[in-house]
């Protein structure tokens, strides 16, 4: 199989909390590391980064020894809370080993319909790009309930990290998560699932076969991801979903090495 076209300069990653928590809770500090050091390494080249980072309920649990979320959304966000300040440690312990500054930028999904918010949005994340700092976005669990109730379709981080892309003006988004890209059928109920390499267009055939979340702590599984990718799409803009247990996968999917699944309106290989 030839090499991918890919020309990316801005690009947002998004990693779920399925690749930086273990199944059985504990931190994945492997992934923590390599994460900081491929984006590091990325920057120090000129790329500019944000990262879009899941993972503070994850870590909230884990901080206070619990085995799974309380049943209560107020509880959840309180949860939540303890988790994204342990979460922002362990990036900036990390990051700071290669050298790089990070800043946090919470966020809800819908801060960009109102003109004066999005300005102020867009503003902070020029100003920490031209800086050379790598945004680390995640939701605001404190003042919106999307990713923690997810009774409700819209409000996630698989379509914030769509979202910041679209208003950053990103080439790339880069979804890491525990699977190694879009299959058929789901992977985790079908052992004759197939990796779909390249995809073009996401209408209802691909929905269709786009089940939930396969892991105890991710979220939105499938089926939030293609809608991100149909953002990603309808703009002209590339992903690729990728497994992120290995975050140095980012390496091969800029080199256009044919890892994961890419969303590309041009899908075709280039030899
Ligand atoms: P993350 O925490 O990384 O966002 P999720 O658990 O929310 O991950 O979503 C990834 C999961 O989606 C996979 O582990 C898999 O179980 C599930 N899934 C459902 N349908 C599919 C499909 N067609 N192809 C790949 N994965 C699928």
Known sequence: MGTRKIN??????????SSLIHPNGAINLETFDQLAYTLSALNNQGKELILVSSGAMGVGLNKMHLKQRPAEIGAQQALSAIGQSELMTLFTQRFDHY?????????????FDYPKSNKFVMDTFNCLLKDNV???VNE???VATDELDH?????DNDQLSAIVASHMNADLLIVLSDIDGFYDQNPKK???AHLISEVSNVADDEFTVAG???????????????LAAQRMLAEDRQMVLANGKDPQIIFDILAGKPVGTLF???CVNHE
């Open 8 to 17: 990316a300069n801005r690009i947002v990653v998004k990693v779920g909390t």
């Open 99 to 111: 050298l790089t500054d990070i800043a946090q930028v919470l966020l809800t999904h819908d801060i």
């Open 134 to 136: 790598v945004p680390v």
């Open 140 to 142: 605001n669990d404190t």
């Open 151 to 155: 009774r409700t379709t819209f409000g």
């Open 190 to 192: 079908f052992t004759d």
């Open 212 to 226: 939930g979340s396969g892991s105890r702590f991710g979220t939105g599984g499938m089926h939030t991801k293609l």
């Open 264 to 266: 590309s309106k041009e």
